[in-house]
Nanobody, 115 residues
């Protein structure tokens, strides 16, 4: 069974930091690409960062240099370290996994950045 559970969201002031975690079931994590997406009110869901099974990363231009994605293969967990947060980073952040030819999603965690 594919399971993704996000944690670590919250309210932070502009310029602050948060670290999101996504605990994944083994079937979701092992050998699969993982990613973080976000969706702000009234906007489409967008890719924030991705990491391949081999550790190759990619980022949206809007977060390059501020966010960092990583995966802990021993814990079946993927992280998103977010620094220098801006009000425009406010959104629900979703963990995703590409497993079995499908994209799987967690329920999301809210990140709110106040100015």
């Amino acid at each position: 069974q594919v399971q993704l559970v996000e944690s670590g969201g919250g309210l932070v002031q502009a310029g602050g930091s948060l670290r999101l975690s996504c605990a994944a079931s083994r079937s979701a994590f092992v050998g699969n690409a993982m990613g973080w997406y976000r969706q702000a009110p009234g906007k489409q869901r967008e890719l924030v960062a991705g990491v391949s099974s081999g550790g190759t990363t990619n980022y949206a231009d809007s977060v390059k240099g501020r966010f960092s994605i990583s995966r802990d293969n021993a814990k079946n967990t993927v992280y998103l370290q977010m620094n220098s947060l801006k009000p425009e980073d406010t959104a629900v952040y979703y963990c995703s996994a590409l497993a079995g030819g499908a994209t799987w999603w967690g329920r999301g965690t809210q990140v709110t950045v106040s100015s």
